[in-house]
């Protein structure tokens, strides 16, 4: 088994403590078989929530699925002691927010979308249900009378 952190890198204005949303939160995902090399072609999200047996009773993971191609099951777990907000001191850094323990898969790219949530840098106002999909995000504080942002989101997947 191998872990694969996702880091996080984006321009935060005004805002502190970006982070998946909730146990439900989906974590969309492209994934490549380690053993043959076929690229799943549409993504796929996983959840804290979800838990599958393993076969052979080894525990559970988030995702257990079968290669298409090669048909050699593979499996990806989310590990929840990994999850780390995104705050305002690490803006415009590469910052480690999750890791996957995978066996047979690599995660090759993720799509941020709907359900993260930050507070105000100043104030803690929270802001809940923050859609990444367009890489850009803007709103207004309205306790500090001023703009909230999160720009030029970027992501990349290292071993650990």
Known sequence: MVKFALQFKAS?????????????????LKLKCGNCGEVSDKWQYITLMDSVPLKGGRGSASMVQR????????????????????????????????????RGLEPIDFQPQAGFAAEGAETGTPFHEINLQEKDWTDYDEKAKESVGIYEVEHRFTKC
Do not use: M
């Open 12 to 28: 935060l204005e005004n805002l502190t403590q970006l982070r998946p949303h909730g146990e439900d939160f989906r974590w969309f």
């Open 67 to 102: 290669c298409k191609l090669c048909s050699r099951e593979n499996s990806i777990d989310i590990l929840a002691a990994s999850l780390h907000p995104y705050n305002a001191e690490d803006s415009e850094t590469f910052k480690t927010i999750v890791e996957f323990e995978c």
